[in-house]
């Protein structure tokens, strides 16, 4: 059964210049105190020497390129050439980095020409607006006011006409449901005093055939 001998983890960015101008003196003796931390790492792996390595790393366009990057790649073999900075793909990588820079900026000159522009249109229809609220006359603010108040009035008149069909409509309603419950009561008691009526004729016959038998009888 396979057994662990080592285990470490590391930054993936360690360049000394590059923290000397982002971060200045500190970042780089910081980033110069952990290489050397990590060769010491790399003492402490030789001498556990393991069977197998799984190393888990990015790339930073050592092997892919922007034409295609995969999410997740996985090589086995008995060896791995050490991957360094090739110069040709330095330089295409700094001219991609340069044609997206380039890009950002004209996005950025894009989105400033567009926010001017609307905050221009949105400055000559706030002018519009106040020029035209200007010009409006007391005649045309009468006229608003006697237009407004001739609709009201047409609609209180249709809502009093509506009112009265509601009413009307009702007062027939109310009317067919009270001729048809009648009608309906009417129609019950006639039922009921038939059915009495036959319930009677129906005694008195079995009354006279009890008498004729009981004749016969004596």
């Known amino acids: ?20 101008r982002a971060c200045g003196p500190v970042g780089k003796a910081t980033v110069e105190t952990c290489m ?8 402490r792996l030789s001498a556990a020497r393991p069977d197998a390595l799984i190393v888990v790393a990015d790339d930073h366009l050592n092997a892919f ?3 295609a990057v995969p999410a997740l790649c996985v090589r086995i073999g008995r060896e791995v050439q050490r991957m360094a ?10 001219q991609m980095t340069e ?12 989105n400033q020409h567009i926010a001017a522009e609307d905050e221009k249109r949105q400055a000559e229809a706030q002018q519009l607006q106040e020029q035209q609220a200007a010009q409006m006359s007391e005649f045309a603010l009468a006229k ?12 209180k008149t249709q809502f009093g006409i509506q009112e009265k069909n509601l009413k009307t409509r ?13 009608i309906r009561l009417r129609s019950a008691e006639h039922a009921h005093q038939t059915r009495m ?12 055939r009890m008498s004729a038998r009981n004749g016969e009888n004596e």
Do not use: C
């Not at 050397?36 to 003492?43: P, T, W």
């Not at 009317?175 to 419950?181: L, M, R």
């Open 170 to 182: 009702q007062g027939m309603a109310l009317k067919d449901a009270t001729t048809a419950q009648s």
């Open 36 to 43: 050397a931390e990590i060769a010491r790492m790399g003492e």
């Open 85 to 94: 900075q090739d110069p040709s793909r330095q330089g295409l990588v700094k």
């Open 65 to 67: 390129s922007f034409n």
């Open 99 to 110: 044609q997206w820079k380039q890009l950002a900026r004209l996005l950025d000159q894009l």
């Open 144 to 155: 608003q006011k006697q237009d407004f108040e001739l609709g009201l009035k047409a609609q």
């Open 197 to 208: 009526a036959e319930m009677q004729a129906e005694h008195d016959r079995e009354m006279e």
């Open 1 to 20: 059964m396979g057994k662990i001998v080592f285990a470490g983890a590391m930054s993936h960015v360690l360049d000394p210049e590059y923290y000397d």
